[in-house]
């Protein structure tokens, strides 16, 4: 079964750091592109960093200088290190992996909460 | 950059088709024929309903289609279903300093 399992998540004061993970399993983990897109409550879908298969990388301007993406394909998986964490960071992360242009795949997501 | 621009709602009666707009730009949606649709029903992941303007992943009903025109592009449901009532968004990869972009989401009702 493909699947994509994230976590990592929970409650962080606000400037703390957490890193989530995404495991992946039941497809060719190291010839797909990953995504993080996180989802504020009640919000729509916000992407956030692209690595490429090959580690080229890419990031949203809303969270640039604060959170690194990188993969692991020996142990097919994907993170994100997260730092200077906001209030608006609230939301929940999803890992999606990304064929050809399309986010093919899609884990359950992750819960973060930032909240003094 | 901003979302991509979709209607917040749209509805209609089982059997009735609709159809969701997502306008973008010449960046996004008008340069490139990497536009995607995604269901999300309430507490779930996005689902991919339609790749490359107007192509479906195996298992999607036929009942859904897309397309575009310039820096618009659609989704049609059609045979409305109540397991149709979702959240759907667009998506778009995009050559600004962001490389894909979503609209703001639009939820389906099935009245």
């Known amino acids: 079964e493909v699947q994509l399992v994230e976590s990592g998540g929970g409650l962080v004061q606000p400037g703390g750091s957490l890193r989530l993970s995404c495991a992946a399993s039941?497809?060719?983990?190291?010839?797909?592109?990953m995504n993080w897109v996180r989802q504020a409550p009640g919000k729509g879908l916000e992407w956030l960093s692209y690595?490429?298969?090959?580690?080229?990388?890419y990031y949203a301007d809303s969270v640039k200088g604060r959170f690194t993406i990188s993969r692991d394909n020996a142990k097919n998986s994907l993170y994100l290190q997260m730092n200077s964490l906001r209030a608006e960071d609230t939301a929940v992360y999803y890992c999606?992996?990304?064929?050809?242009?399309?986010?093919?795949?899609w884990g359950q997501g992750t819960m973060l909460t930032i909240s003094s | 950059q901003s979302a991509l621009t979709q209607p917040a709602s749209v509805s209609g009666s089982p059997g009735q088709s609709i159809t969701i707009s997502c306008t973008g730009t010449?960046?996004?949606?008008?340069?490139?024929?990497?536009v995607s649709w995604y269901q999300q029903h309430p507490g779930k992941a996005p689902k991919l309903m339609i790749y490359?303007?107007?192509n479906r992943p195996s298992g999607v009903s036929n009942r859904f289609s897309g397309s575009k025109s310039g820096s618009m592009a659609f989704l049609t449901i059609s045979g409305l279903q109540a397991e149709d009532e979702a959240d759907y968004y667009c998506?778009?990869?995009?050559?600004?300093?962001?490389?894909?972009?979503f609209g703001g989401g639009t939820k389906l009702t099935v009245l």
């Open positions: 998506g778009s990869y995009s050559n600004k300093n962001t490389l894909w972009i």
């Open positions: 010449n960046s996004d949606i008008g340069g490139y024929n990497y």
């Open positions: 490359g303007v107007r």
């Open positions: 039941g497809f060719s983990f190291s010839t797909y592109s």
């Open positions: 690595i490429s298969s090959t580690s080229t990388i």
């Open positions: 999606a992996g990304d064929r050809d242009y399309t986010f093919d795949i």
